[in-house]
């Protein structure tokens, strides 16, 4: 894809993949979307799917199949223990990764929970370049703590840094000899950063971090379920690298990591995840909660069908014409609303395009969720379902009071071969219309709290009737056109 250049200038990112099956969409009038969002108390997550046109919510678990994926599922093993199916799934790990063990689970967050239970003890430290929801969940269950160690560039909205998911060794230091090596009960780097903007670490950045881990006898983990957009950062960003094939760049994050664990709902396009490493040791820990837990060693909770779409969507995760279609339109996506002038993360990321809501309803305080607000007004405008993350997917410390983000994000997730440019585009027209429009847009408060992970169940109201207002407007420009 990037290696076409077009004639007449004004590069757009080429599909190279043909669409041959497809699923039919429906745009509902936005006086149906006023009320659906309603219904869904503010929150996108208890959208229904006949109500929106264009799902970004999340890259997981709706990546779009491969051809050679589907066929192999038909030919999947179905057997609880010894798996023909598994057996492959296994080699491919080998072959990828180097790993001798593999542990397989039914999802990114039950590896955390497995690694989780069996590494943070009570008061251990886990130190990241940025946590994600599930993880954090899964070590404060376990009386552990997460230290964040980013960069201090990697939480500035604008800029051109192109590794914004380095952590800082320095801050990594300091922290070992504050608190002790046996303190730490593991160092946790995460691939395309989620939280920040699907932001990169460099390889540079992980072989200092490894030289720190080795030298403090510290074990190094690498969540790579977003490991994709970061390959083809690494390879795009990262001189001293961009000769090495994706093969290459793989085998040496991987030589740097003792573990690496990932969710197969974004990471080979298909539904599971899995757990591996060189170490016999940690293989035996681990591999009693996996019995436990998700199921027996040959399958983890995975359907044998999804484990033969993984193998092959790993093997396919080696084709930088693959993996490079996600970053590509996040990119071109990026470029057009700042054009616009609307606030987005820079430089673009992998995983999707993240629009700071702290800038484009600058009205909003932090306490009635600016981003919140604005994936429930985008909704209204366009259809268009994203992924409020800011506040509203903290959770309230000890005594009830809210811990405000450090960023207001709605994240508009690009599933990858999912949508076509001329989709892209309408989200931008629209996102654009709700910028012109923004001083309408205000902010939700919560009717129902859950206590824990509030942002999948929550339900929210306006503070005001603008929803009405906004939803009234938009028939006014727009006519009786959808
Ligand atoms: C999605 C994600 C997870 C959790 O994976 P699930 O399969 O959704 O449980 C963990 N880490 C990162 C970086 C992710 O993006």
Not at 226 to 251: P, Q, V
Request: hydrophobic share 40%; aromatic share 8%; glycine share 8%.
């Amino acid at each position: 894809m990037s290696k076409v250049k077009f004639y007449q200038g004004g590069n757009v990112p080429l599909e190279m993949h043909k669409v041959r099956i497809v699923q039919k969409l429906n745009l509902p009038p936005v006086e149906r979307r006023l009320e659906a969002i309603q219904e869904a108390g503010n929150n996108t997550f208890l959208l229904k799917n006949r109500d929106v046109f264009m799902d970004m919510l999340t890259d997981s678990g709706v990546n779009a199949m491969s051809d050679n994926q589907l066929a192999a599922m038909m030919q999947a093993d179905d057997s609880y223990a010894g798996s023909e199916t598994f057996t492959k799934l296994e080699n491919k790990i080998q072959e990828i990764f180097d790993k001798k063990f593999f542990l397989p689970a039914h999802q990114g967050r039950a590896c955390e929970n497995i690694l989780a239970q069996a590494l943070v003890k009570p008061g251990t430290i886990v130190a990241t370049n940025y946590h994600f929801t599930t993880t954090k969940a899964h070590i404060t269950l376990q009386s552990g703590s997460v230290e964040e160690l980013i960069i201090d560039e990697g939480l500035n909205i604008n800029s051109t840094h192109p590794f914004k998911g380095n952590m800082d060794v320095d801050k990594l230091k300091a922290l070992v000899e504050k608190h002790g090596a046996e303190k730490i009960a593991f160092v946790r780097l995460e691939a395309g950063t989620n939280l920040i903007g699907g932001q990169p670490f460099s390889l540079e950045n992980m072989k200092e971090v490894y030289k720190v881990c080795r030298d403090f006898g510290i074990i190094l983990i690498l969540d790579a379920s977003l490991l994709a957009d970061n390959l083809y950062f690494i390879k795009e960003r990262e001189d001293a690298y961009k000769n090495l094939s994706i093969r290459e760049i793989t085998r040496i994050m991987s030589e740097l990591s003792d573990i690496i664990y990932f969710s197969a709902r974004k990471l080979g396009c298909a539904r599971g995840g899995g757990i591996c490493t060189n170490s016999e040791d940690i293989y035996m820990k681990l591999r009693e909660y996996i019995t436990l837990y998700e199921g027996f060693l040959t399958y983890g909770g995975m359907s044998v069908r999804e484990m033969e779409a993984i193998t092959v969507g790993l093997e396919e995760t080696m084709d930088e014409n693959m993996i490079n279609q996600g970053p590509q339109f996040i990119a071109y996506m990026v470029e057009k609303l700042k054009e616009k002038g609307i606030p987005v993360v820079t430089p673009a990321g992998g995983l999707g395009c993240h629009i700071d809501a702290m800038q484009f309803v600058s009205n909003i305080p932090q306490s009635q969720y600016p981003a919140g607000a604005l994936a429930a007004a985008l909704y209204i405008a366009s259809g268009v379902r994203g992924m409020e993350r800011g506040t509203l997917s903290e959770q309230r410390d000890e005594n009830g009071n809210e811990t405000f983000a450090n960023v207001e994000l709605l994240r508009l997730a690009m599933p990858r071969r999912v949508f076509t440019l001329s989709q892209v585009d309408y989200a931008i027209d629209r996102i654009v219309w709700l910028y012109e429009n923004r001083q309408l847009i205000e902010g939700l408060t919560f009717v129902e709290e859950p206590k824990v992970l509030r942002f999948f169940f929550g339900k929210l109201k306006a503070v005001s009737d603008w929803q009405r207002k906004l939803a009234a407007k938009f028939r006014a420009d727009f006519g009786d056109s959808l």
